[in-house]
T-cell receptor, first 117, second 112 residues
Framework: GAVVSQHPSRVICKSGTSVKIECRSL??????MFWYRQFPKQSLMLMAT?????????EQGVEKDKFLINHASLTLSTLTVTSAHPEDSSFYIC?????????????FGPGTRLTVT | SQQGEEDPQALSIQEGENATMNCSYK?????LQWYRQNSGRGLVHLIL?????REKHSGRLRVTLDTSKKSSSLLITASRAADTASYFC????????????FGSGTKLNVKP
């Protein structure tokens, strides 16, 4: 159980275009979803926290107008990279959380490799 | 990293040897978790240790936590070539257990 999928797994787009990445929890309802970015040979950087039906909370330094997050249901969150530039090329990973008491289980998707040419 | 550092950044050992990775973090936590990532892939959850625990075992994995030093270590015993991956620690924070911050990671190479 607790499977999270991402689509697409890889995407190549031209500079200036927008790209949408989907994150789905397949067999559970996620109270919260998270979006991370990982540059080559680096760690995961939390970009934003997304709760169903409310606006995402962005980490410091992450442009909310560039990285649009929509969390329309308890099983789907989308990240749209708007007006993508080559420096946005990265590995984007989402996770879905089942938050209970004082412990958060986060289940990670397989990631989406974005290349902007 | 957003939360802390791991050392070493890279570790190369022979199959059968033990591998130890260390993680330091900056803020008070509720839980610390270790994850593995194969190159270009998603994360695999390895083990969770609570802030009131000092040591935890799972198979060939042993995790310690020292909250006074804000540090944790992951020991993999009798390593195998299949253990080759990057290993990350992730911490939440006292005021938000739902958000994770990852350490900088250790790239482990186990030579057959």
């Amino acid at each position: 159980g607790a499977v999270v999928s991402q689509h697409p797994s890889r995407v190549i787009c031209k500079s200036g275009t927008s790209v949408k990445i989907e994150c789905r929890s397949l067999d559970f309802q996620a109270t919260t979803m998270f979006w991370y970015r990982q540059f080559p040979k680096q760690s995961l950087m939390l970009m934003a926290t997304s709760n169903e039906g409310s606006k995402a909370t962005y980490e410091q330094g992450v442009e909310k107008d560039k990285f649009l997050i929509n969390h329309a249901s308890l099983t789907l969150s989308t990240l749209t990279v708007t007006s993508a530039h080559p420096e946005d090329s990265s590995f984007y990973i989402c996770s879905a959380s089942i938050a209970s008491t004082l412990r958060s289980e986060q289940y990670f998707g397989p990631g989406t490799r974005l290349t902007v040419t | 990293s957003q939360q802390g550092e791991e050392d070493p950044q890279a570790l190369s050992i022979q199959e059968g040897e033990n591998a130890t990775m260390n993680c330091s973090y900056k803020t008070s936590i509720n839980n610390l978790q270790w994850y593995r990532q194969n190159s270009g892939r998603g994360l695999v959850h390895l083990i969770l240790i609570r802030s009131n625990e000092r040591e935890k075992h799972s198979g060939r994995l042993r995790v310690t936590l020292d909250t006074s030093k804000k540090s944790s270590s992951l020991l993999i015993t009798a390593s195998r070539a299949a253990d080759t991956a990057s290993y990350f620690c992730a911490t939440d924070s006292r005021d938000n257990f739902n958000k994770f911050y990852f350490g900088s990671g250790t790239k482990l190479n186990v030579k057959p």
